[in-house]
């Protein structure tokens, strides 16, 4: 799950990201009955950009097969920093333990 902003062109673009993991431990599965929701929490970005975000949720439609759908979340009127569309932030291992490569 990740938050997306529309930039200057009309186009949703990443302003979060997700570091990939080699550790299995960093994944898990959870199902959500029909009738039910989950309730997330997200930062309250400020910048000098006013845009629309949402948030997008990639979730897997079949796990035998590995198929993987996106489902996104309603608009919402925010800012954000114009930094966030081309600015990953780093991310330093520390130790045989940190589950993320990049």
Same mark, same amino acid.
């Given at each position: 799950?990740?938050?997306?902003?529309?930039?200057?062109?009309?186009?949703?673009?990443?302003?979060?990201? @997700?570091?990939?993991?080699?550790?299995?431990?960093?994944?898990?599965?959870?199902? @959500?009955?029909?009738?039910?929701?989950?309730?997330?929490?997200?930062?309250?970005?400020?910048?000098?950009?006013?845009?629309?975000?949402?948030?997008?949720?990639?979730?897997?439609?079949?796990?035998?097969?590995?198929?993987?759908?996106? @489902?996104?979340?309603?608009?919402?009127?925010?800012?954000?920093?114009?930094?966030?569309?081309?600015?990953?932030?780093?991310?330093?291992?520390?130790?045989?333990?940190?589950?993320?490569?990049?």
């Amino acid at each position: 799950m990740k938050v997306q902003a529309k930039d200057e062109d009309g186009k949703w673009k990443d302003i979060e990201y @997700l570091p990939s993991s080699w550790c299995g431990n960093s994944y898990h599965s959870l199902f @959500l009955p029909r009738g039910h929701f989950w309730e997330f929490g997200i930062p309250d970005y400020e910048g000098s950009i006013s845009t629309i975000l949402r948030i997008a949720l990639t979730y897997f439609e079949d796990f035998d097969s590995g198929k993987k759908s996106t @489902l996104n979340s309603q608009t919402f009127k925010g800012s954000i920093n114009p930094a966030q569309f081309w600015n990953k932030n780093s991310y330093n291992r520390s130790g045989l333990m940190a589950p993320y490569s990049d």
